[in-house]
């Protein structure tokens, strides 16, 4: 079907997105599908936020394939009483025998977060506050201290809450399992086994605002600071630190829906939606499904329901099987995330058509 239509109307429709905002960059494009490639807003290096989730998930469930560890490990088998200790339980629970490398795995541990702290509280990293010191560096440490002045939620298991402090605590349990720093794990056995060749984790890697300064990677917004040269982004780690260029994401999804880093069946088991957070926003472990149908507009009922990852600031990592399509996208900010779902569904229209 010829939809080369559809795809200048997107264009345009990009075109008036980054002619709206010039003082931002205008939004980055990828969707490579069979006979379909349409990029738009560059190549650049972006901050792809918590879509690096969807890796430290992939090499969390590698190492369990190899024996390292379980799904059903608690996390005192897995981390030194320095990490658990003092961490946030309900009345009866202990963190070291009753959350599991699972529960963090599906935001059901039942531990505040750090980065988007329960009402009332606060820390020096959250959305409010991150930005405050942005030539600070945040240690995994620092952030599970930050994580134990806050106020104890639910038993593990009983509900779902988003947040980082479970993937800080999934990269200690890489670094406990292999004997090595979460980036080098991460990168020899995700990032390098995928060909992502132009990909980094600059932010947890750097010591200094200095290390950063020559860094290629696009601008991006928390609120109204500009944070791509800010040490501070070093809150990520393990949740999403990855800066890594459009074409090296799709690259990661070849590997991961090709059977190159985990099992089918392994793959099957992170993807399956087990909690809403949202109408249209489906989380399993370490991934999200999209249901564009749960979206207001009647019209996008039936469409497809791709399966990757969000992050913070306006970014999408997603692939969508039947039609064998990847689509990237980044639009630098939170405050966009609404225009960034808005083109999603256009590219699920134009894809369905196919």
């Known amino acids: 079907m010829d939809t080369s239509r559809e795809v200048d109307r997107l ?15 205008a939004p980055q494009v990828l969707v490579v599908a069979p006979g379909l490639e349409l990029e738009s807003g560059g190549s650049q290096p972006f901050h792809a936020a918590s879509v690096g989730k969807v890796m430290t998930a992939t090499l ?13 490990s608690p996390l005192g088998k897995l981390l030194p009483a ?4 003092g961490l ?3 009345p009866g629970v202990d963190v070291r025998t009753d959350v599991t490398v699972e529960h963090l795995l599906t935001h059901t541990s039942g531990l505040p977060d750090y980065f988007e702290p329960p009402r009332g509280s606060r820390t020096a990293v959250s959305t409010r506050t991150a930005a405050t010191e942005p030539d600070r560096y945040w240690s995994p440490a ?10 104890a939620r639910e038993r593990p298991g009983e509900r779902f809450r988003y ?6 605590l999934l990269g200690r349990v890489v670094e406990e399992v292999t004997g090595e720093p979460f980036n080098a794990a991460l990168r020899a056995r995700v990032l390098e086994p995928s060909g992502m060749e132009r990909s980094s984790t600059p932010y947890s890697d750097a010591r200094s605002p200095a290390d950063l300064e020559g860094l290629d990677v696009a601008p991006f ?19 999403g630190g990855i800066v890594a260029p459009p074409a090296d994401l799709v690259r990661f999804q070849r590997a991961l829906h090709g059977g190159r880093l985990v099992s089918p069946e392994t793959l099957r088991w992170m993807a399956a939606p087990r909690h809403r957070r949202r109408r ?25 329901e791709p399966v990757g990852g969000l992050g913070h600031f306006a970014t999408h990592l997603f692939y969508y099987p039947r039609q064998d399509a990847h689509v990237v996208l980044n639009f630098h900010a939170y405050r966009r995330m609404n225009q960034s779902f808005m083109t999603h569904a256009r590219i699920a229209q134009l894809l369905a058509k196919r």
């Open 11 to 25: 264009r345009s429709a990009l075109d008036r997105i980054a002619r709206r905002r010039p003082s931002m960059p």
């Open 60 to 72: 969390v469930a590698l190492l369990v394939e190899q024996g390292r560890l379980g799904f059903d």
């Open 82 to 85: 320095s990490d658990v200790d």
């Open 88 to 90: 946030p339980a309900a």
């Open 142 to 151: 620092a952030l599970l201290d930050e994580v134990r002045r806050l106020p």
């Open 163 to 168: 947040g980082d402090t479970a993937f800080v």
């Open 221 to 239: 917004w928390l609120g109204r600071h500009e944070l791509s040269r800010a040490l501070s982004m070093s809150l990520d780690w393990a949740g």
């Open 280 to 304: 249209g926003i489906h989380y399993g472990a370490g991934m999200v499904t999209v249901r564009f149908g749960e979206f207001t507009p009647p019209f996008l009922r039936g469409l497809p």
